[in-house]
């Protein structure tokens, strides 16, 4: 279980325009909420933050916020991000409670590689690259392994298939596919006889000689003329 320290300030007055004069001052504005307390507004330094982020899985990540002095173990369940400028908005953070079960996504690493790379021609092909899970928050994993050294051309694995550490249960579909070995499909390049096929008439040839006749035909009826 991966971990971090965070600080933020209690902020008593809220609405959009509070968040924007919050922003304007190097600010963001997020909540804390959990089982057993009131949702509490917060102000977080949005640079220290942006630091953090760029180290850690926030999804993963139990982070230790230090509000006005008291630590409340939790996690970011949502970053919201503007639409277009994608620069963060708000934060929530979920405080966590020992022995309650939480909701997490957790990422997929793929190991190995697999038989039917190595001697089939294939490639792999990954459908998912994250599961939900649920789990005490002393035992979030970093991430999950899922093993394909074995995977043969035109097998896949599926949720099922996935063994995780004890403590944690897969909440996804059982049949999800996970990832497939597949044949690369080819690139073909049209020709002339499949256009023909498909009904498009093939581009007839310039005639040069013809221009050349027509030409000879005005210089001699302007002989004539003379």
């Known amino acids: 279980?991966?971990?971090?320290?965070?600080?933020?300030?209690?902020?008593?007055?809220?609405?959009?325009?509070?968040?924007?004069?919050?922003?304007?001052?190097?600010?963001?504005?997020?909540?804390?909420?959990?089982?057993?307390?009131?949702?509490?507004?917060?102000?977080?330094?949005?640079?220290?933050?942006?630091?953090?982020?760029?180290?850690?899985?926030?999804?993963?990540?139990?982070?230790?916020?230090?509000?006005?002095?008291?630590?409340?173990?939790?996690?970011?369940?949502?970053?919201?991000?503007?639409?277009?400028?994608?620069?963060?908005?708000?934060?929530?953070?979920?405080?966590?409670?020992?022995?309650?079960?939480?909701?997490?996504?957790?990422?997929?690493?793929?190991?190995?590689?697999p038989e039917?790379?190595?001697?089939?021609?294939?490639?792999?092909?990954?459908?998912?690259?994250?599961?939900h899970i649920s789990v005490d928050p002393a035992n979030i994993p970093n991430h999950i392994d899922i093993d394909v050294t074995s995977l043969q051309v035109g097998k896949s694995l599926h949720v099922r298939d996935v063994v995780v550490p004890e403590g944690v249960e897969l909440l996804d579909d059982p049949a999800g596919t996970i990832c497939v070995c597949m044949i690369p499909k080819e690139v073909v390049e049209p020709t002339v006889a499949d256009e023909a096929a498909d009904g498009a008439a093939p581009a007839e040839p310039e005639l040069i000689r013809k221009a050349k006749a027509d030409d000879e035909d005005e210089e001699e009826g302007t002989e004539e003329k003379k």
């Not at 924007?20 to 504005?29: E, S, V």
């Not at 850690?56 to 970011?76: F, H, M, N, Q």
């Not at 039917?116 to 599961?131: F, M, Q, S």
């Open 1 to 113: 279980m991966a971990t971090a320290t965070f600080s933020a300030t209690v902020r008593t007055e809220s609405g959009k325009g509070t968040a924007r004069k919050l922003r304007a001052a190097g600010q963001i504005p997020g909540i804390i909420y959990g089982h057993g307390r009131d949702a509490q507004s917060l102000s977080l330094d949005s640079h220290t933050l942006h630091l953090l982020l760029s180290k850690i899985s926030y999804t993963t990540t139990v982070i230790e916020l230090d509000v006005g002095g008291t630590v409340a173990r939790t996690l970011i369940r949502e970053l919201q991000r503007h639409p277009v400028k994608r620069n963060i908005l708000h934060v929530d953070f979920q405080e966590l409670v020992a022995g309650e079960l939480i909701t997490v996504r957790i990422p997929l690493k793929f190991v190995g590689i």
């Open 116 to 131: 039917g790379v190595r001697n089939g021609g294939g490639v792999l092909d990954e459908t998912v690259r994250e599961l």
